[in-house]
């Protein structure tokens, strides 16, 4: 389904198991944007603190659509497991509360629109050559980091702002993936 661009309004959103980021469009404006952090450490808890933060922002801003991280597949499986819990929390209040339409988008679907792609061997080597006595995980973490400021960095030059949370920079992104592709975006 195509959006009529005019019509469109969007909540985008990027989740973790510590905060929940979010974007808002209506057409190809970004109108707002923010986080919650879900305090509490008991995942019953945070569920409540998700359900209420998506509660309250899909009243104030009544969108029609929602687009979300595809969660990913991690090593942690305790991890995956309650990030599933928190995205089920997101889509099941957001639908309750009238939003249309929901989808999601997998990270490298997203972060490759944006003009993000995956770091080259040679952007590799450059950080391995930095960090010789660091851990694999170390550098993933490093790799990690570089393209989390390219995302930052389009979100500021995109839309002429001085955003320096990488978490909010990836819900814009997510957003932009609706405004720039939005016929791959499959909504359900």
Not at 137 to 148: D, F
Request: glycine fraction near 6%; aromatic fraction near 8%.
């Amino acid at each position: 389904m195509l959006l009529d661009a005019v019509k469109k309004k969007v909540i985008a959103i990027d989740s973790s198991t510590k905060s929940v980021a979010w974007s808002y469009f209506e057409g190809s404006s970004l109108l707002s944007y923010g986080k919650f952090v879900l305090k509490d450490k008991e995942m019953s808890h945070k569920l409540e603190e998700v359900c209420e933060g998506m509660a309250d922002l899909v009243e104030e801003l009544s969108p029609d659509y929602l687009i979300i991280e595809s969660p990913f597949y991690g090593n942690n499986v305790k991890t995956v497991v309650n990030l599933a819990m928190i995205q089920g929390a997101i889509i099941g209040v957001a639908k309750h509360k009238g939003v249309r339409e929901i989808a999601s988008v997998p990270p490298i679907a997203w972060q490759k629109a944006i003009g993000n792609e995956p770091l080259t061997k040679e952007e590799k080597s450059v950080i391995m050559d930095k960090y010789p006595e660091k851990s694999i995980s170390y550098l993933t973490n490093k790799y990690r980091e570089v393209r989390k400021e390219r995302t930052i960095s389009y979100v500021n030059d995109r839309f002429l702002l001085r955003l320096d949370d990488d978490d909010i920079a990836d819900a814009v992104g997510i957003g932009c993936y609706v405004l720039d592709q939005s016929e791959k975006v499959s909504w359900e």
